[in-house]
């Protein structure tokens, strides 16, 4: 019997605008209390290994080597 095979729908419009929405700060800067927040720029982010990394704890996830 051929494995399942999943397939995974990204809806591309909400995923840049919760990417885009996404803040952090530097540990530092939470100890220090200073309120400086950094954001995520979509062109300089690794697509490839942020999908491929997506797969692969799926497949933890569901026991699928």
Known sequence: ???L???LFI???????N???FQFQSLEE???GEGR????DEKHFLWQ???LGIIEKF????NFA
Do not use: H, I, Q, W
Not at 37 to 40: F, G, I, R
């Open 59 to 62: 497949n933890k996830a569901t």
């Open 30 to 32: 939470v100890e220090k």
């Open 5 to 7: 095979r999943t397939v």
């Open 49 to 51: 290994e942020f999908f």
């Open 11 to 17: 809806d591309g419009r909400n995923f840049k605008y």
């Open 1 to 3: 019997m051929e494995p």
């Open 37 to 40: 927040y950094y954001s995520l």
């Open 19 to 21: 990417l885009r929405a």
